[in-house]
């Protein structure tokens, strides 16, 4: 009898551990799985996060160009989507810096010629098991950067025998007195021959028909070496005079952006191209009437075409903005 | 013989709880793999909505008519992309429109890719698909 009370003690005693292993086995499964849970939702709102970012780093660079202001436009952008399925304006801080990219592709921050938007995007993912076992909190902040910089146009045919000074810009989209403006006493523009000199035939023939030669200008490539002279010969000016006033053509043209300082003229130097911008002649204020028509006003303006290398122009109208990670 | 009825009456317990264990498992196994076949598919349409609006946006000169607007050509090339890459990820997920929509938001030129579709569940447990909704606005980099 006491064998049989030890047996059925023991058997009593072990009742239901299969039920108890489950148990906690089943918790401990199911405590892995809500991690899982939660850190797949985290990586999948990273992505959203990042997509963000880098909306509005693009969005931003754009704004560069336009002279439009990097933020709000970025935000504004960010109002037609998402994180998280909530507007991501309102899902995120939003944060953008202006800076510089050279060629290599590094980003300084700051710069009076900014050609890039280093953009940051902070969201915070409600987890939704993290809280229940026990974590800290039930949130997880995820911040992801992107940089997005102008892209210049790599080569182009010229469409006016011109070349601007790069270093006369602050900015691509030029406001009152800060547009080049081509005279006598100008460093910011001046005639080039584009391949063949500075003389005046050789820019002349680069001049649209049916007032200049209307010859086809030669594809210039970023690192071409221009020879430019400041804006001194009144035949190429009654050439634009024609263009302009005459027969309506005042632009767009792409015209190469050349290395030079602003502190001096072009004085028939041989400079080197570093990207392109577009330009149309100002012909409200070139054709009014008493305007000395050896003054010719320059709107420079941006222009979607083929995207080049990266950087190095900070002061290139011509090309797209692209990503060049975070 | 009334002695063993005690433990007779406990045999298969183990069985029975095996069973149970294994149940919950198997049930717990396969929605794990469920959520995240599922989870995959909806994750790779949000990126192809994504590259399809950048394309888009960034959608140069030649692809555009002289006012800037996106060519049905190039449209349709997008649309033909975001459905071959889901393809390529799952051939059972069905993706019923892809729409490029060029507007003004806030007064920026923007281009819009909405993506809809719908992506089949293979064990039924939450139903037989989930319905897949996504839309991402770029800015139109071509005016």
């Known amino acids: 009898m006491k064998s049989l009370d030890l047996i059925r003690s023991q058997l009593a005693n072990e009742r239901g551990i299969g039920l108890v292993w489950t148990a906690l086995s089943l918790v401990a499964l199911c405590s892995l799985v809500a991690v899982g849970i939660d850190v797949g939702r985290i990586t999948f709102t990273a992505s959203e996060v990042q997509s963000v970012a880098d909306i509005a780093a693009l969005t931003g660079a754009r704004a560069l160009l336009d002279g439009r202001p990097p933020l709000a436009d970025a935000t504004t952008l960010l109002g037609a989507n998402t994180i998280d399925s909530r507007v991501a304006s309102v899902a995120a801080t939003i944060s953008v810096q202006a800076g510089s990219v050279d060629g290599s592709g590094n980003f300084t921050a700051g710069g009076a010629a900014a050609n890039a938007i280093k953009a940051k995007s902070v969201a915070t993912v409600t987890n939704l098991f993290a809280g229940i076992f026990g974590a800290a909190n039930g949130t997880t902040t995820v911040t992801k950067t992107a940089t997005a910089v102008i892209a210049t146009t790599a080569n182009g045919r010229p469409g006016l025998p011109l070349a601007l000074s790069g270093d006369c810009f602050t900015n691509f989209n030029c406001t009152a007195g800060n547009c080049p403006t081509l005279n006598t006493q100008s460093n910011n523009a001046g005639w080039t021959g584009l391949t063949s000199g500075h003389s005046r035939p050789n820019a002349e023939q680069y001049i649209p028909v049916p007032c200049g030669g209307g010859a086809t200008a030669p594809i210039i490539n970023v690192g071409d070496t221009l020879n430019a002279t400041n804006g001194t010969v009144t035949a190429l000016f009654q050439d634009m005079d024609c263009l302009v006033c005459s027969h309506g053509n005042s632009g767009p043209f792409m015209v190469p952006v050349v290395s030079k300082t602003c502190t001096s003229g072009f004085n028939g130097n041989d400079f080197s191209v570093k990207g392109f911008a577009t330009v149309v002649v100002d012909a409200g204020t070139y054709c009014a009437a008493g305007h000395d028509k050896k003054i010719l006003p320059l709107l420079s303006v941006r222009h979607v075409d083929t995207p080049g290398s990266i950087g190095g122009c900070t002061t290139c109208g011509t090309g797209f903005v692209r990503l060049i990670g975070s | ?143």
């Open chain 2, 1 to 143: 013989m009334r002695r063993f009825g005690i433990l007779r009456s406990e045999r298969g317990q183990a069985l029975v709880e095996v069973g149970m264990a294994v149940t919950l498992l198997v049930t717990l196994s396969v929605g794990i793999v469920e959520a995240g076949r599922a989870f995959m598919v909806v994750n790779m349409i949000s990126n192809a909505a994504r590259d399809a609006a950048r394309t888009a946006a960034a959608a140069g000169p030649s692809n555009r008519d002289a006012s800037g607007n996106i060519s049905a050509a190039t449209k349709s090339a997008i649309q033909s992309n975001v459905i071959s890459q889901i393809a390529a990820v799952d051939s059972a997920t069905t993706i019923s429109s892809v729409v490029v929509t060029q507007a003004v938001t806030g007064g920026l030129p923007s281009v819009q890719v909405a993506v809809n579709g719908s992506v089949p569940l293979m064990f039924h447990l939450l139903g037989t698909n989930i319905p897949v909704a996504r839309v991402v606005t770029f800015r139109d980099e071509g005016k």
